[in-house]
């Protein structure tokens, strides 16, 4: 039985990322609804420039809080990162042991009936080196980082990235999941 029919007309206030070639990414949670018009879950439109680029991640909420969490858990203090990696920028949830740039998240297309040119939203780690020091010279040492690259392909096959440190991938995740909560939850509920 469907009370009501969930239909909400909110404002999105999302996280955007500046990308590498200067463009701008948001990534919008909208919300799926079932047979009711209810929502329950969300879908992620990506947006490049103000304009739409794509639609990924069909029913992506869950998943996306359980990695917000685990960024978080990997940036604090005391946790097992910190202890390897001193700087809490560094600081990523441990890959599977062998995977050498890992997939944090790969959402490619809405559900399993759509194109694969409805767009692409992926994050994986990178891990980088810069010698610090004399140029020349034995004095210095290597500057290991590690980055999250976020990388986004709209419709058209265009590609944009994001290089985002673990605070700046936080901050994405934790806004993006709070938004998607907002969006998922239903009118009745939002006060």
């Known amino acids: 039985m469907c009370l009501g029919n969930g239909a909400v007309g909110w404002g999105w206030t999302v996280r ?12 919008v949670p909208v919300p799926s609804r079932d047979r009711c018009g209810r929502p329950f ?3 992620l439109e990506l947006w490049r420039d103000g304009e739409v680029f794509g639609a990924v991640g069909e029913r992506c909420g869950y998943f996306l809080a359980e990695l917000a969490g685990l960024v978080a858990a990997a940036r604090a203090d005391g946790s097992p990162q910190a202890a390897r990696w001193p700087d809490p920028d560094d600081r990523f949830p441990e890959p599977e042991s062998g995977v050498r740039e890992p997939e944090l998240f790969a959402f490619r297309y809405r559900d399993r009936g759509d194109v694969a040119a409805t ?24 500057r290991v980082a590690r980055r999250a690259v976020l990388e986004a392909w709209g419709t058209a096959g265009r590609g944009v990235r994001a290089v985002l440190t ?12 709070a938004e998607a909560e907002r969006t998922a939850r239903p009118a009745d509920s939002v006060r």
């Open 16 to 27: 955007r990322v500046r990308c590498v070639d200067g463009s701008d990414l948001a990534v």
């Open 119 to 142: 767009g692409e939203l992926r994050c994986a780690l990178r891990t980088s080196s810069l010698w610090v020091g004399g140029h020349d010279s034995a004095e210095g040492r290597w």
């Open 166 to 177: 673990s605070a700046d991938l936080a901050r994405f995740l934790a806004d993006l999941v």
């Open 41 to 43: 879950e969300v879908t």
